[in-house]
C-alpha cells in the first residue's frame, strides 16, 4: 500500500472517530467550542508557523487578487447555470445559493491535507491566496445580501454603512489575519521561527501540532446529512467541483507554476468548502426582518445550513482524492478529464428535469380536444 494511500487512511480514520463522538459531543455549544480552538488557536498557529518558515516575495502577492478572481467568476457562473436546475432568479433559494457556492472555507476543509501532504511553503501560499476570499465573504457577500434584503424589503430604511465598517474590523481583529500580519511584519525584520526565544517557539509549535486531529474530528462530529433537497445539493457541488477543476486546469496550463506543490495547491484549494461567513450575513439578515416584521423573506437558511452540511465532507473527500491520487493531477489534461466528469455528473438531474418537462407537454398536448 502506497505511502499517500497509508496516510489518506489515516486522516479519513480521524473523521470517522469524529463520527463517533457524535453522541457525546452532541450540543451546539460543544461544535462551537471546537470551532473556536480550531479557528482562534490552532490555525493561526499553523499559518504564523508556516509563514515563518519562508521567504515572501513580492511575487506572490498576486496569489489573493486571483482567489478574489476566482469568486466573482463563481458567482458570475452561478446567476446563469443555477436556473437550468430549475432555480428561478430574485428567489430565496438563487439567493442563498449566489451566497454560498462561490464561497471558499480553507481553514475548515484544506488547511490541514495542504500542510499533511505539501508541507508549510504551500501552506503560505494558501493563506495568502484566503487573504482574496476573506475580502469576499467577509465584505461582498454582506453587500450583496444588504442589496438584496432592502430589495426584498422595500419599505425597510437603508442605513448600513457602519455593519460595513464593523466587518472591516472585524476582519483585522480576526486572529488569522492578525497572525499572518504579525509573520510578514517579522519577517521584514528577519525574524524566522527559529530567531525566537525557545519558549514561544515550542508553545506555538504545540499549538500548531492540534490542527490536523481536531479539523478531522470536527469533520465527522458536525457532518449532518438532511435528506430533504439533498440530490440537488450534492447536484450543485459536483458542478461547483467541476467548473473548478475547469478553472484550475486553466490555471495551470497558462501560469508558469514554479514546482509541484503550486500545481497542487492551485487544484485544492478552489475545492476547499462553502464558508460559513455567508451563511452568518444571511443569518443577520433574518434577524433584522424578524426585528423590523418584514415581509419579504431574502434567504433560505435551512437550505443554507444543508448546503454547508453537505459541503464540508464533500469537499474533504475530493481533496483527499487528489491527494490520493500521486501525480495524476500534475497534468491540466487529467485536472480538465475530472472537472468534465463531474460536470456531466451534475448535468443528469437537468437532463431527467428537461425529460419530465417535456413528457409533461407531450400528455398535455394529447389531452387537448380536437378541433
Given at each position: 500500500m502506497s505511502i499517500a494511500i497509508q496516510k489518506t487512511l489515516s486522516l479519513l480514520l480521524l473523521i470517522?472517530?469524529?463520527?463517533?463522538?457524535?453522541s457525546k459531543l452532541n450540543k451546539e455549544e460543544h461544535k462551537k467550542g471546537l470551532k473556536i480552538i480550531i479557528l482562534n488557536i490552532a490555525l493561526p498557529a499553523i499559518i504564523f508557523v508556516a509563514l515563518l518558515k519562508i521567504q515572501i516575495q513580492p511575487d506572490l502577492l498576486f496569489l489573493p487578487i486571483l482567489a478574489l478572481v476566482f469568486n466573482l467568476l463563481m458567482l458570475l457562473v452561478g446567476k446563469y447555470?443555477?436556473?437550468?436546475?430549475?432555480?428561478?432568479?430574485?428567489?430565496?433559494?438563487?439567493?442563498?445559493?449566489?451566497?454560498l457556492l462561490p464561497s471558499l472555507a480553507p481553514g475548515l476543509s484544506c488547511f490541514p491535507f495542504l500542510v499533511e501532504y505539501l508541507g508549510d511553503e504551500a501552506l503560505a501560499w494558501g493563506a495568502l491566496a484566503d487573504i482574496g476570499n476573506k475580502v469576499f465573504v467577509l465584505i461582498l457577500t454582506y453587500l450583496l445580501a444588504m442589496q438584496w434584503y432592502y430589495r426584498a424589503n422595500s419599505s425597510v430604511n437603508h442605513?448600513?454603512?457602519?455593519?460595513?465598517?464593523?466587518?472591516?474590523l472585524s476582519m483585522l481583529n480576526e486572529p488569522i489575519n492578525m497572525v499572518m500580519i504579525l509573520a510578514i511584519v517579522l519577517l521584514g525584520f528577519g525574524i524566522t521561527i527559529d530567531s525566537l526565544p525557545l519558549f514561544l517557539s515550542d508553545a506555538v509549535l504545540q499549538m500548531k501540532a492540534m490542527m490536523t486531529p481536531l479539523i478531522l474530528i470536527f469533520i465527522g462530529v458536525a457532518a449532518v446529512l438532511k435528506w430533504d433537497q439533498l440530490k440537488m445539493i450534492v447536484a450543485l457541488l459536483a458542478f461547483r467541483s467541476g467548473i473548478t477543476f475547469i478553472i484550475s486546469g486553466l490555471l495551470v496550463t497558462f501560469l508558469p507554476l514554479p514546482n509541484e506543490a503550486a500545481i497542487l495547491l492551485a487544484v485544492v484549494f478552489p475545492q476547499s468548502a462553502c464558508s460559513f461567513w455567508p451563511f452568518a450575513h444571511m443569518s443577520a439578515v433574518s434577524a433584522m426582518e424578524k426585528k423590523e416584521l418584514a415581509g419579504g423573506e431574502t434567504f433560505?437558511?435551512?437550505?443554507?445550513?444543508?448546503?454547508?452540511?453537505?459541503?464540508?465532507?464533500?469537499?474533504?473527500?475530493?481533496?483527499?482524492?487528489?491527494?490520493?491520487?500521486?501525480?495524476?493531477?500534475?497534468?491540466?489534461?487529467?485536472?480538465f478529464l475530472c472537472g468534465l466528469s463531474l460536470m456531466l455528473l451534475a448535468a443528469v438531474p437537468v437532463v431527467i428535469q428537461l425529460i419530465k418537462k417535456s413528457s409533461v407537454r407531450y400528455e398535455l398536448s394529447e389531452e387537448e380536444p380536437a378541433e
Open positions: 470517522v472517530i469524529g463520527f463517533l463522538l457524535k447555470v443555477l436556473p437550468l436546475y430549475g432555480i428561478e432568479n430574485d428567489t430565496p433559494t438563487m439567493r442563498t445559493l449566489l451566497m442605513s448600513g454603512n457602519q455593519k460595513v465598517k464593523g466587518l472591516l433560505d437558511l435551512t437550505l443554507g445550513l444543508n448546503i454547508l452540511a453537505v459541503s464540508l465532507p464533500f469537499s474533504t473527500l475530493v481533496i483527499l482524492g487528489v491527494f490520493s491520487s500521486g501525480s495524476y493531477f500534475l497534468s491540466p489534461y487529467h485536472i
